[in-house]
């Protein structure tokens, strides 16, 4: 059967998106055709108007659709604290906890020689500006449990030490309900490094 061009299109678009195989990609766009016209407009608008509302805050790096952002310009927040993540993504998911109320510093990256992310392309000379003019207590380094997470976090470190901030690096650990049995050794040692008196 001949190849519909909108279609296969359709599919290659879906395709780029992160975690999102051929089938997955062919299963979406084949469940688009039933939505309705005025739906995929409203989903074609809301993917257009993405890039045209949203930009990077220039002070956190965090994903904002104001001047400033949310957070940064919330006097509620604790001032002296700052927390380092990778992505705007680490953001919404500790926000969510509603257990951190510090500000944050957003890298849009981590370093990683494999996909060419270096000190140049990563949100670092914003970091250190905000390091000196600040009047930080602590930085977390909550950059991911990977090998390119890791590498970030110990490069800041070093990098932060000279201003004599208490450098932090968020406890990795167990999961709740899990087997002892089922977990990584590096989990395994994170937790034990990260142990707590009771």
């Keep these: 059967m001949e190849n519909l061009k909108s279609l296969d299109n359709l599919i290659e678009s879906l395709y780029k998106l992160p975690g999102v195989g051929k089938k997955s990609a062919e299963r979406m766009a084949f469940s688009l055709l039933d939505f309705s016209e005025e739906d995929l407009k409203e989903i074609a608008n809301s993917i257009a108007s993405l890039k ?18 949310y957070i940064c310009d919330d006097k509620n927040r604790d001032e002296s604290t ?51 003019e600040g009047k930080f207590n602590e930085v977390i380094l909550a950059t991911n449990p990977t090998v390119d997470g890791e590498t ?22 167990l999961q709740i ?7 990584d050794p590096l989990t395994l040692s994170r937790a034990l490094e990260g142990r707590r008196k009771i």
């Design 52 to 69: 045209e509302h949203i930009h990077f805050c220039p002070i956190c790096g965090m994903i904002t659709d104001i001047d400033g952002c």
């Design 82 to 132: 700052l927390m380092v993540v990778s992505y705007p993504k680490d953001v919404f998911s500790i926000e969510k906890s509603e257990s951190y109320k510090g500000l944050y510093h957003v890298l849009n990256g981590e370093l990683s020689l494999s996909k060419g992310m270096d000190t140049e392309k990563l949100n670092i000379p914003s970091l250190i500006k905000r390091i000196e």
């Design 152 to 173: 970030t976090s110990m490069y800041l470190a070093k990098l932060i030490e000279k201003y004599g901030i208490k450098v932090t690096r968020l406890a990795y650990g």
């Design 177 to 183: 309900g899990g087997n002892l049995d089922y977990v």
